[in-house]
């Protein structure tokens, strides 16, 4: 109790006053402007706990909240919840019996604005038509002091308003926060706080006052200084430390499990003169005192490495928002100087030399400014500033005997001048003694493996959207053996042997006007104004032209034959008879093509594989070809006066449409009937 002395707290009789070392009072959240009082147990509501505690005669104190579970001989603490009731967030037991009249006495309970506390064994009970019982956590919380020079700076902690400098924050039982200090005229400063197992922690800041203009305008209302937050390579560190104790305690985790079932008394075996009742009876007693045992063991462990996950995820976000944040420093304008101003490129060159503190560097280049400010800025010089933004990244080193921290990481340079930013270009010179060292070096080779690993990925997302739009309207055709040509057909089918083909993509359709004008920027066809009707009038280098601008190619006439097929032997796709429901040929085509994807599709999800126009492949022509084409993927022969056609259309009869039919044409014709489709 005399730990708490020192807090003030509400009480509904006297007002303010000191938390007392004993006695019967209890100290209870507001409700308005008043503690909350109840007449009895049985007023409360559902969902509301009563923290058994007599004011008076027939008096108790009510807290609607949320607990942490478990607590017998240590401080205790609880607070209210946030955004979901008791029963979203309890683990309870239920009360042996149902009472209305709890017995129970609480030694010492304290209030302290956000949490109440309970010293030495507490039993909290919960109504919700039933009773049940709630123990309290046995961990004790951490306390918190924040400091600043100077005092009555702004406190904010995770990002929440808490008071001003010197602030004691109390019970935190957050295993890490972020402290925040704000303070008009002085830079926001910040740290990152770790609080698991600490019973005491102080932090103090140091505000860096601002700079600001000849006319007293402040610069940079919002901007951070750095010195009092860690860099990111700190932070990587810290995250190691981390990943470090969470697997020494996973380790310790299953060690005292194993402890625990190696040492733990064994269940007797039942004797002979027990009957089975009677052992299930014993055994289920023996599981009652076991179970509940090691569920605590396994609880206990559990929430400690819970907590240090916690504080990892926690290390991890405010690490990225540290990158990702721009600080800013001013400089005194003093360490400018300036060469003749070139009136016709509008520029001063510059030259600035900075040797303040953490920041030593040299910087030469141009200071880019119009000629109508150029001559007034010379004249008045002194009252711009210097503009330094930097990344939170650090080097530490030791000079001269003393530790040194020095920024590097510096992205832009620029000078203010009556209200307005001007850009210095050019490059930084920094000292040899952090240029040359061990660490700058490993920094640089990170970086630029960072930088390479970036581009990598860059890269490979880009290639993965070019390819996603690639196959956007295109078929995965599976890889697979067929048997191609046909014995019953042409000379030039024959023979029919067995081909394997590997897997590719096939547009699902034949490329259509719209679509080779948006590419080709003109349309070639006979039945122009159906923008939807396949594109004819191209010749197989039209085709191939087309197939290499998007990125794709012309598909073999075995990839051909096999995707028409879609694992089919019949003469068509569909069967041995025709159907014009799968395609556009003379005797439903009227003449002209139509748009493409009306007919019914094959298996594999492909239209038009056979009527509407034919198709170019990639092949030369050879009709003896069949006789000693290669088995896997063949390419058609290695030269010929023309190329392959396949599929047949709207002015052909259903002959031409079988599946194993070939055509052939030169390579610069152009028909009104032959299209073409891009596999890839």
Not at 11 to 24: A, V
Not at 309 to 324: D, G, L, M, P, R
Request: neutral net charge; contains cysteine; charged residues 30%.
């Amino acid at each position: 109790a005399e730990a708490f002395s020192q807090y003030s707290i509400p009480s509904f009789e006297t007002g303010l006053r000191t938390i007392p070392p004993s006695g019967n009072d209890i100290i209870i959240p507001f409700e308005g402007n008043a503690l909350k009082q109840i007449p009895s147990a049985s007023s409360l509501n559902t969902g509301e706990v009563l923290l058994r505690r007599r004011f008076g005669a027939g008096q108790y104190g009510l807290f609607i909240g949320r607990m942490n579970e478990k607590a017998y001989t240590r401080l205790s603490a609880f607070r209210p919840p946030q955004g979901s009731g008791l029963a979203n967030k309890l683990s309870r037991k239920y009360y042996s019996q149902q009472v209305t009249n709890p017995d129970m006495d609480l030694p010492n309970a304290y209030f302290d604005n956000d949490l109440i506390y309970v010293e030495n064994a507490a039993r909290l009970f919960y109504n919700d038509g039933t009773w049940r019982t709630l123990s309290m956590e046995a961990k004790l919380p951490a306390r918190l002091t924040v400091t600043s020079e100077p005092a009555v700076a702004q406190v904010l902690i995770d990002g929440i308003m808490k008071g001003t400098t010197p602030y004691l924050a109390g019970a935190v039982f957050s295993p890490s926060a972020v402290v925040q200090v704000k303070m008009d005229g002085y830079y926001i400063q910040e740290d990152f706080v770790d609080l698991e197992g600490k019973a005491q922690v102080t932090k103090h800041f140091t505000l860096a006052k601002k700079l600001a203009f000849s006319t007293g305008a402040e610069i940079d209302a919002e901007a951070y200084s750095a010195e009092n937050t860690e860099s990111d390579d700190e932070l990587e560190q810290r995250m190691g430390e981390l990943d470090k104790k969470q697997a020494e305690q996973t380790a310790a985790n299953k060690k005292a499990i194993d402890d625990f079932e190696r040492t733990y008394p064994a269940l007797p075996p039942r004797d002979e003169f027990e009957t089975t009742e009677d052992f299930t009876k014993r055994e289920g007693k023996y599981l009652a005192r076991k179970s509940p045992e090691k569920e605590r063991l396994e609880s206990s462990g559990n929430e400690k490495l819970k907590r240090l996950q916690q504080v990892a995820e926690k290390v991890q976000k405010y690490k990225t928002t540290i990158e990702s944040r721009v600080y800013q420093r001013y400089f005194s304008i003093e360490g400018l100087k300036l060469d003749k101003y070139n009136a016709d490129e509008g520029y001063f060159p510059v030259a600035v030399s900075i040797k303040e503190g953490d920041f030593d560097f040299t910087f030469s280049g141009n200071l880019a400014i119009p000629r109508d400010v150029a001559r007034d800025f010379k004249q008045k010089l002194s009252d711009g500033r210097l503009s330094l933004s930097y990344r939170n990244k650090t080097i530490r080193l030791v000079i001269g005997g003393e530790a040194a921290k020095r920024f590097y990481d510096f992205t832009e340079i620029k000078i203010r001048f009556n209200d307005k930013d001007y850009s210095l270009n050019g490059s930084f010179e920094l000292p040899e003694y952090l240029t040359d060292s061990r660490e700058w070096k490993e920094i640089k080779a990170a970086e630029k493996k960072t930088e390479d690993e970036k581009k990598r990925i860059a890269a490979e997302e880009q290639r993965r959207k070019n390819e996603e739009e690639k196959i956007k309207n295109m078929v995965r055709i599976p890889a697979g053996t067929f048997v191609m040509g046909s014995n019953d057909g042409e000379s030039d089918e024959k023979p029919a042997r067995q081909v394997t083909v590997s897997g590719f993509y096939m547009d699902k359709t034949e490329v259509t006007q719209e679509q080779y004008e948006r590419v080709m920027g003109n349309n070639p066809g006979t039945f122009k104004g159906c923008p939807t009707c396949p594109v004819e009038m191209v010749s197989w280098n039209d085709a191939k032209a087309y197939c290499e601008k998007v990125g794709k190619r012309l598909p073999t006439e075995a990839e051909c034959e096999y995707a028409a097929r879609a694992g089919t032997s019949t003469k068509y796709y569909w069967g041995n008879d025709m159907d014009g429901d799968y395609a556009w040929y003379y005797n439903n085509a009227n003449s002209k093509t139509h748009p493409v994807g009306q007919k019914k599709p094959n298996a594999f999800g492909l239209y038009d594989m056979c009527g509407n126009v034919w198709e170019w492949c990639s092949d030369w022509y050879d009709k003896n070809y069949y006789r000693s084409s290669p088995a896997d993927n063949p390419q058609g022969a290695a030269t010929g006066s023309c190329r392959v056609l396949r599929g047949g259309s709207w002015r052909n009869g259903d002959y031409s449409l079988r599946s194993a039919g070939r055509g052939w044409n030169y390579p610069d014709n152009r028909l009104g009937y032959v299209g073409f489709r891009c596999a890839w």
